[in-house]
């Protein structure tokens, strides 16, 4: 089992920067695929990266293709989402999810919110 737990959100002007991290206990997170997903307010969950187990594989979704860049250090169990050029847009919580056989998340974390002030 992998139990992922979100931080580094908080509140960042527009252009600025911020890294999430997400540090998942569990013996299988080096087998398993991490993505990260966000909600803003009145939407739906949305693809934002993932990354496959080795760390060789990463997709973005179009909109944050070039500013945001995900990572994984299997070695502390950690995936992390270095977010810059900020837009207010990008304001959600975000969550951290891991895929024991992708595309099925299986383990999802409670989320970190980012705001963006314009």
């Known amino acids: 089992q992998v139990q992922p737990v979100e931080s580094g959100g908080g509140l960042v002007q527009a252009g600025g920067s911020l890294r999430l991290s997400c540090a998942a206990s569990?013996?299988?997170?080096?087998?398993?695929?991490m993505g990260w997903f966000r909600q803003a307010p009145g939407k739906e969950r949305e693809f934002v990266a993932r990354i496959s187990q080795s760390g060789e594989l990463i997709y973005y979704s179009e909109s944050v293709k070039g500013r945001f860049t995900i990572s994984r250090d299997n070695a502390k169990n950690t995936v992390y989402l270095q977010m810059n050029s900020l837009k207010p847009d990008d304001t959600a919580v975000y969550y951290c999810?891991?895929?024991?056989?992708?595309?099925?998340?299986?383990?999802w974390g409670q989320g970190t919110q980012v705001t963006v002030s314009s």
């Open positions: 999810a891991a895929a024991r056989l992708h595309p099925q998340y299986d383990y």
């Open positions: 569990g013996r299988i997170f080096s087998s398993t695929v």
